[in-house]
């Protein structure tokens, strides 16, 4: 479905770290870049029991919410509660139009951690969100409700009070139930006359162990294995109220049902490695390395899918991964990096398992159909970063390549669309190739006291 971040209220969030290129091999598996949003904690100074109420108003969209938070520590117990209440409203542009906007959101979450000694604790987070009513200006259905709950258990061993981790434990569970619908939708009226439902729902599990080493001066190594298994599962159910003829295979009055998501099932277990060794006082080097085994299944494809795509739905890889990264100390102010890295990204259950529905990646109003024998990406990168300072002006500038066999991409078929308000061509999944080059340059400074002013300059190319 959507980004995890659409499923967490900005008010929780501490943090947010961008990983740009492939040097993210220990977040999880197939990443050329990755994001890692950490929540807010507990302040170490914490009392008993204190806390925060806020709440805030946007005019464009008639946004209005209302959050607080009540946190605390007691003896060897930390522990903190959030809660958000989010609601907008239809809105209008400089023209005057009114552009439906509505919805509606309420999030709970709650942390708490345990101190079993000085160096070790149990962390244990719960969170539940509800979405409601979403209008979706432009497309064919509106978001009716999301209901998402999820659970994590960590146990974190360090080397003493204030020490990083060396040993870290994870355990984790989300369930994310939503409905969409056709109401107010021009589908829904006459001539077509359609009462268009689709639930959906994504059940993931995961894990995840690691251990930081130091075996000698100035050498920090990362042992780990990481697994999830993820599983979809939407429904498209349509009802004819007079006789239209929105799609292509039925028939007025009667009720159609087609599998969106065919019960498919992604798994993954991986393992890595990472070094980082300083080999002379300006320089630093760290390396990685990452292997995954990737398990892919569908259990409820319909009989248009067995005849064009094929019956056979179970797939199995093996990925490897790698990367390396370079640094040199040019001067006290001033250091160079390279970096150079492999990453195999495995393909989602739209791009294996689509069945004339919407892509992953085009926006574009078509239909699409999955491919569930793409071979994984395998995306290669370089990247040159020079960083520094001349007084009190700041400068960091970067340049990147990056070639993508196996890219995942489209291209036009002969197959029949499924609805008749579709475009009549409907795309496939399949794998070609890609380039990218890019680069940006960012220079702040401060002015005034408190005061700082920033320019940022980027550049992206690419080809399909």
């Known amino acids: 479905m959507d980004s995890p971040l659409s499923h967490l209220d900005p008010t929780a969030i501490r943090s947010i770290e961008v990983e740009k290129g492939p040097y993210a091999l220990t977040w999880g598996p197939g990443n050329l870049a990755a994001i890692r949003v950490e929540t807010h904690g507990v302040p170490a100074d914490a009392g008993v029991a204190q806390g925060f109420l806020g709440s805030g108003y946007q005019s464009n969209g008639a946004v209005a919410h209302g959050s607080g938070s009540l946190y605390g520590r007691h003896r060897s117990l930390a522990y903190r509660v959030h809660g958000v209440w989010r609601q907008g409203d239809d809105y209008r542009p400089g023209d005057g139009t009114s552009v439906p ?8 979450r709650a942390r708490a951690t345990y101190a079993l000694s000085d160096a070790s604790d149990i962390r244990v987070m719960l969170g539940y969100q509800r979405q409601e009513d979403i209008d979706y200006p432009g497309r064919m259905l509106n978001a009716r409700w999301y209901d998402v709950r ?14 990083a981790p060396v040993a870290d434990a994870l355990v984790y569970a989300s369930v994310i139930d939503h409905q969409m619908d056709n109401q107010g939708k021009p589908s829904a009226d006459a001539p077509m006359s359609k009462d268009i439902v689709v639930d959906s729902r994504v059940e993931v599990i995961g894990a995840r162990v690691a251990v930081d080493l130091d075996p000698a001066d100035d050498v920090r190594l990362s042992l780990g294995a990481d697994a999830y298994r993820a599983h979809r599962d939407a429904l498209r159910t349509t009802r004819s109220t007079a006789g239209g003829v929105m799609d292509m295979d039925m028939g007025a009055g009667t009720i159609m049902q087609v599998p969106m ?3 498919a099932a992604i798994a993954d277990v991986g393992v890595y490695a990472t070094g980082a060794h300083s080999p002379t006082a300006r320089t630093r080097v760290s390396v990685g390395v990452r292997a995954d085994v990737v398990v892919a299944d569908a259990d409820a494809v319909t009989d248009f899918y067995i005849a064009n795509v094929g019956a056979e739905t ?11 990264l370079a640094t040199y100390r040019l001067s006290a102010d ?5 970096g150079v890295g492999s990453v195999a990204r495995t393909a989602d259950a739209k791009e294996r398992y689509s069945d004339r529905v919407p892509a992953t990646r085009a926006q574009m109003s078509a239909e699409f159909m999955g491919n569930p ?13 020079l960083e520094g300072g001349v007084g009190k002006v700041s400068v960091s500038a970067s340049v ?6 196996n890219y995942i991409t489209l291209e036009a ?8 308000t579709s475009p009549d061509t409907v795309y496939r999944y399949v794998n070609g190739g890609a380039r990218f080059i890019g680069g940006e340059a960012v220079a702040s400074a401060p002015v005034a006291r408190h005061l700082v002013v920033r320019a940022t300059l980027a550049y992206l190319w690419g080809e399909d």
């Open 261 to 263: 998501w065919p019960d």
């Open 400 to 405: 990147f390549a990056r070639r993508i066999d």
């Open 314 to 324: 179970e797939t199995s890889e093996f990925n490897l991964s790698a990367s390396g």
């Open 150 to 163: 999820n659970a994590s258990a960590r146990w974190r061993h360090t080397g003493g009070s204030g020490k």
């Open 373 to 385: 024998t793409l071979a994984p990406e395998r995306g290669t990168q370089a990247d040159l970063w």
């Open 101 to 108: 906007a509505d919805f509606r959101v309420g999030e709970g």
């Open 413 to 420: 078929t002969a197959l029949t669309a499924r609805m008749a």
């Open 334 to 338: 001033w250091s160079a990096s390279v």
